[in-house]
């Protein structure tokens, strides 16, 4: 899908529907009032004579747009001025868009940037408008003998009303697609079936974003001869009980303009499918357990959008991938395991091993020496019952780290909240007969989870990003979201930004 920016008058804008923002009270927006003065009024007509309702998320599709080179308008509700922040522009901007993406229309333009956000600039708001497009037109239907049409819409004009503001928009839009485009591959994986992403799948597709990225990515598959020489007892642990191979993905990005710049890394839970082992889950709902690698298909969107972008910054992105199965030769609740960094681990609970693939990715990281390490992970139940399905559990053993996070989660949309790492906590995780146990008991389940992977997060910056609750949507709507990959992506482009400050503070 493609974005261009035009400093235009809509009202000469020929296209197929041109998408107008609508206030509930007080005066239309500097494009809507263009139109409508070129419309004899409609927008105005329509709405004193209740025939649209401009609540948030509200739209409405008028077939006709006299006195106007467009052939149709979509009017799209803010709801109430003094409310419009970025939650509510955002709701706004994906109504417009699903409506959009159900049409029989390859294009549009939208005069949405000249919705007013607080401390949001036209750059942000073509960003969320580019990747709010992308989103809507998303479809998985590669198993379907008779899949629905495709969404037609493949090219969206951002009408800008100030020059000045094109330079942004335009910065703003590619960003958006980049990471509307990582999302979509993450929502792919997380969405395929675990009998075709498995473990090896997974690497395949870390080798098949290198080779399309011009040399610019490169990937290293660490199989389970590897993993074994290399002592990552405690990953290979999780796979045993299964005919699929674990694996451990590494993927290097060097875009730094020094090359010795400390990479940033990112680390994904990807177990394909996650039956609970020997402590077996209940058997409903147990389909969605394919999601249980949505931490690594958050770490492969996040890749994606930086070999889009290609910000000035060094990445490696760790993925370790296992298939959790019950089998005479998996790991039993009781056993004693070694993980790479040497510390023992007593399984209470099978279930709970996404902390013990977790834990020797973030001992390998070690040997890149970080400037920052976050781990994605669709890790506990209770970060569902702690936050519900809105916001991302968030740990880490650096506030500076946690709180960028949190900035970016902000501007993304994408957000997290801040869960305490407290030394009580660590003492749920004692065992009689090992160095810690794998769980902690019921209380505090994901700020146990997050104590156990901190032991093995000793020797730089680390975060912990619980998905559990964000990464994918049940019921009717069952499937995968992509995130957190607008959080991720927006900390790297903010770890650029710091890099250049400091690199022209330091001239």
């Known amino acids: 899908m493609e974005f261009p920016v035009k400093t235009a008058n809509p009202v000469k804008t020929e296209t197929p529907c041109l998408v107008i923002p609508v206030f509930k009270d007080g005066d239309l927006l500097p494009a809507a009032a263009k139109i409508d003065d070129a419309s004899e009024c409609l927008i105005q007509q329509l709405i004193e004579r209740g025939d649209f309702n401009a609540k948030l998320g509200n739209v409405q599709m008028i077939p006709f747009a006299p006195g106007l080179p467009a052939d149709r308008l979509l ?207 209940p058997g409903a709902g147990m389909d969605e357990m394919k999601f249980d690698m949505c931490g690594a298909a958050g770490v492969f969107g996040t890749v994606a959008s930086v070999l889009a972008i290609k910000p000035k910054i060094n990445l490696v992105a760790i993925v370790a991938s296992a298939e959790n199965m019950p089998d005479g030769r998996a790991t039993k609740p009781g056993d004693i395991i070694q993980t790479l960094k040497g510390l023992s681990v007593e399984v209470l609970n099978t279930d709970a091993e996404g902390r013990l693939v977790l834990c020797d990715a973030l001992t390998y990281a070690e040997r890149f020496t970080p400037a920052s390490v976050v781990d994605i992970a669709t890790l506990t139940g209770a970060a569902i019952i702690a936050l519900g399905h809105h916001a991302t559990g968030l740990l880490s053993n650096d506030d500076d780290l946690a709180l960028d996070l949190l900035d970016a989660g902000e501007t993304a949309w994408d957000r997290a909240w801040h869960l305490p790492l407290w030394d009580e906590y660590q003492e749920q995780l004692d065992s009689n007969f090992a160095d810690l146990a794998n769980i902690g008991g019921r209380p505090a389940g994901t700020i146990t989870a997050g104590c156990f992977l901190s032991r093995f997060a000793t020797q730089y910056p680390w975060a912990h990003l619980d998905i559990a609750g964000t990464a994918w949507n049940s019921g009717s709507q069952k499937g995968a979201t992509g995130r957190p990959v607008g959080l991720l992506t927006r900390y790297l482009l903010d770890r650029e930004e710091e890099l250049r400050e400091t690199t022209i503070e330091g001239e």
């Open 75 to 281: 009017l799209v509700g803010l709801g109430e001025r003094a409310k419009c922040q970025e939650g509510a522009f955002c709701k706004a901007v994906d109504a417009a868009f699903a409506h959009l993406a159900q049409m029989s229309i390859e294009a549009a333009a939208v005069t949405l940037t000249d919705v007013p956000v607080p401390d949001r600039d036209a750059g942000w708001k073509a960003h969320k408008i580019a990747e709010s497009a992308l989103r809507a037109s998303y479809r998985f239907t590669q198993f379907k003998s008779e899949p629905a049409p495709a969404p037609s819409l493949a090219e969206v004009t951002l009408l800008i009303s100030e020059g000045d503001d094109t330079d942004a928009a335009s910065i703003g839009a590619r960003h958006g697609r980049a990471v509307g485009d990582g999302i979509n591959l993450a929502r792919t994986l997380g969405n395929l079936p675990g009998n075709v992403c498995t473990p090896r799948y997974l690497a395949a597709e870390a080798e098949r974003l290198a080779s399309e990225s011009a040399g610019a990515l490169t990937t290293e598959i660490l199989d389970e001869e590897a993993l074994e020489a290399l002592g990552a007892h405690s990953l290979l642990s999780v796979g045993r009980g299964s005919e699929e191979p674990s694996r451990l993905i590494v993927m290097r990005y060097d875009g730094a303009d020094d090359t010795d710049e400390s990479p940033h890394v990112l680390v994904g839970k990807g177990i394909t499918f996650d039956t609970g082992g020997i402590s077996l889950k």
